[in-house]
């Protein structure tokens, strides 16, 4: 605790960060690639003001990896009905 500098009295205490940057990612990668993950992680964030930024990207990216993967699937469906 040597050198590690305590806030005087009625000062306010240093800002830290809800979620880490390495948690970020980990939240970010897991709501695009496992959707309903997503959607509950989103929800349980966004319900907390010091993570909603968190909760509201994850929701983002679990709807976007929901598009990309309905875009996809009508494209093979198209090409497959193509082949034959």
Excluded: D, H, N
């Excluded at 240093?14 to 496992?34: D, N, R």
């Excluded at 997503?38 to 990896?65: D, F, N, Q, R, S």
């Amino acid at each position: 605790m040597a050198g590690m500098q305590q806030p005087m009295y009625g000062q306010p205490m240093p800002q830290q960060e809800a979620v880490s940057g390495g948690m970020k990612i980990l939240l970010y990668l897991l709501s695009f690639l496992f959707w309903p993950i997503g959607i509950i992680i989103g929800a349980i964030y966004y319900g907390k003001p010091e993570t909603k930024e968190v909760g509201k990207m994850c929701i983002i990216l679990a709807i976007l990896g929901v598009v990309i993967w309905v875009v996809c699937w009508i494209v093979m469906s198209v090409i497959w009905v193509m082949t034959i």
